[in-house]
């Protein structure tokens, strides 16, 4: 069932970046948001990131239950199967993982919404956005990174940074999307808030995106036994498909960048920019299916 295995990596990786997405956007993005649009900012990265620790947990069942799918004996039962796996180390990453997006996902119910709640609200912040950074090191620890014999020491480190890197992009420009969702609807003048919030994001942007880039270019480095590869076998077939949807997101996000941002303030200058806005994160999604399909795949795979 491999379209099926793509949607439930697919699920969970979205999951992943989302949440931490709107960790990193709370922290970088909003509190350099003035006035009363600073409370609907943060409350719109409260929203994205229960969607994403919501889904986060989904993908976690899902995925547990097709790696039990692959492994078990099946003349053992799923119960018994299911207790022997998860008293193994390999378990043992299932169950920190499955217990910090229970929690996440309560941190997030918790946090206030706005800002201004109690001190156990806004320490709930912190607690969720500390385990979504820290559970972007999970793919790092259980794919192709940790196999990688004597260079470990550099390819777990650059996956869980190009995890983040993702987040705090492909993430970042779902917040934004919603936070000016939310103040379109409250207000009517999204374009206001986007004309101050998008600056802020493009910084980020630039940053992730550039680090997105740099830890591709060494994970392809590292799982590309040669040129030839790219071509000759099934991982290198999809990580050239995954290339080419990235630059696609990069030139959308380039538009939106240089080109729709400094017209917002016309005559329906959002509207383009929202319409692109969504394409690019369209587009981004399809690159994290590609992803999950690609995390499914030996590297030396023909």
């Not at 989904?58 to 199967?81: I, M, N, T, Y």
């Not at 390819?155 to 970042?172: E, T």
């Not at 999307?177 to 998008?198: D, K, P, Y």
Request: charged fraction near 15%; proline fraction near 4%.
């Amino acid at each position: 069932m491999p379209i099926a295995d793509a949607l439930v990596g697919w699920l969970f990786f979205a999951g992943l970046i989302t949440a931490w997405g709107a960790a990193s956007s709370r922290w970088l993005i909003a509190p350099r948001v003035l006035g009363r649009r600073r409370h609907s900012v943060i409350a719109a990265a409260r929203s994205v990131g229960l969607i994403g620790s919501t889904a986060l947990l989904a993908g976690v069942g899902l995925l547990f239950w097709r790696q039990l799918r692959d492994f078990r004996d099946p003349l053992v039962p799923w119960g018994e199967e299911a207790s022997v796996l998860l008293a193994t180390d390999w378990g043992l990453s299932w169950r920190l993982i499955t217990v910090g997006a229970v929690v996440t996902v309560a941190a997030f119910a918790f946090a206030a919404a706005d800002g201004r709640g109690s001190e156990l609200q806004r320490a709930a912040w912190i607690v969720a956005s500390v385990l979504a950074g820290a559970m972007c090191a999970f793919p790092a620890f259980t794919g192709h990174a940790v196999a990688t014999e004597g260079l470990r020491w550099l390819s777990i480190p650059a996956d869980f940074l190009h995890v983040l890197a993702a987040g705090s992009w492909i993430g970042g420009l779902f917040f934004v999307l919603i936070a000016e969702l939310r103040e379109r609807r409250r207000s009517g003048r999204g374009n206001a808030l986007l004309a101050e919030v998008l600056p802020l994001f493009s910084q980020v942007a630039l940053v992730a995106g550039a680090l997105l880039v740099g830890t591709g270019a060494l994970a392809s480095w590292l799982h590309v036994a040669s040129l030839d590869a790219l071509f000759s076998t099934r991982y290198g077939r999809i990580l050239l498909t995954k290339i080419g949807l990235v630059l696609v997101v990069l030139i959308l996000g380039a538009v939106n960048w240089r080109v729709l941002t400094p017209r917002l303030w016309g005559v329906g200058g959002a509207r383009p920019l929202r319409r692109n806005a969504i394409r690019e994160l369209t587009v981004a999604h399809l690159v994290i299916l590609v992803a999950a399909l690609l995390v499914r795949t030996p590297p030396l795979e023909g």
